[in-house]
């Protein structure tokens, strides 16, 4: 891993990188990038989501991965570093996935956790 990519306070994962590549490509939009965040809800308190934009406003910081980019805001930042954006495809289906390592607890289902 080079010092560049180890010194981001959030990674984005080649298996993610490759998945948002594919759902641009099927957009045709290839200004489109990830935009992942944080909002209040859920069963434990806070929950992620996913959309995707072609803005990045002030403060946003921007993730480059194999041509596409992975945005997220300052609010949200804050709760996400060390994690990791990842995706995954098995028998449960096929999901982006966040591993963070500033959550206390999660649910079960991933997407939801507190602090």
Do not use: H, W
């Amino acid at each position: 891993m080079s010092d560049d990519v180890a010194a981001l306070p959030l990674q984005f994962t080649d298996a993610a990188a490759k998945k948002v590549k594919s759902l641009i490509a099927d957009e045709d939009n290839p200004n489109l990038k990830l935009r992942v965040y944080i909002t209040g809800g859920g069963c434990s308190g806070f929950q992620y989501g996913f959309t995707f934009d072609d803005q990045i406003n002030e403060g946003d910081m921007t993730i480059e991965k194999q041509g596409v980019g992975l945005v997220v805001d300052p609010m949200s930042l804050q709760y996400l570093v060390g994690g990791s954006v990842d995706y995954t495809e098995g028998l449960e289906g096929s999901r982006f996935i966040v591993s963070n390592p500033n959550a206390t607890s999660t649910c079960g289902c991933g997407s939801s956790f507190s602090i």
